[in-house]
């Protein structure tokens, strides 16, 4: 990454690519990292869908504390998400604390976030599609959130070469989400 960038080479949306290809390197790897964001926001339910292995599609509904507009959008931004609230690195109560999972999944997919918090009276969505940011518009949902992810990588067709069989795919988001539900004894996770 560094050498392309010290070159010159690509503009801000390619950067945010080669970052996500560093980040979510397989489906498996943002249902961990959305797990954990469920998680992290408190949910109780987490319910987790995967289509095609997850490369044509994953959903992961909670019941966490919800964002607003201004969250949802921030949400989706480079290096603004860090989860850190206290600026003693051995007080780390959060699973991760960069918060980078959101942004790289929207440079490679098209990505729809809908949350609501307790105090909104609606909630709110907004739309991911290869880096491009739409704007939020106020819909019908629950509280929580459910972050919905169609056509992994699709913005990034060399990085589909390397992964395996839907199957195989599907066993690695299956690992996850075994993973959080033997950790979170408390929490009803679905999958």
């Keep these: 990454r560094g050498r392309h960038l010290a070159a010159g080479v690509g503009d801000d949306f390619n950067r945010h690519r080669i970052a996500a290809g560093e980040e979510i390197e397989r489906p498996g790897a943002a249902v961990t990292e959305l797990s954990e964001n469920s998680i992290d926001a408190g949910a109780r339910r987490i319910d987790v869908t995967v289509t095609g292995g997850g490369r044509a599609g994953i959903v992961i509904v909670d019941d966490g504390i919800g964002m607003g507009p201004g969250e949802l959008r921030l949400a989706v931004e480079r290096h603004a998400t860090s989860k850190l609230v206290s600026e003693d690195l051995l007080d780390i109560t959060t699973l991760g604390f960069r918060g980078e999972a959101l942004p790289a999944i929207g440079s490679v997919s098209r990505l729809t976030l809908t949350s609501r918090t307790r105090e909104a009276e609606t909630a709110w969505s907004l739309r ?21 992810v169609r056509d992994l990588f699709y913005a990034t ?3 589909l070469k390397f992964l395996k069989t839907d199957s195989k795919e599907l066993g690695h988001a299956v690992e996850a989400v075994k993973k959080y539900t033997l950790a979170h004894p408390e929490l009803a996770i679905s999958l």
């Design 128 to 148: 991911v599609e290869a880096g491009h940011v739409g704007e939020a518009q106020p819909v019908a949902h629950p509280l929580g959130t459910r972050v919905e």
């Design 157 to 159: 067709p060399a990085r």
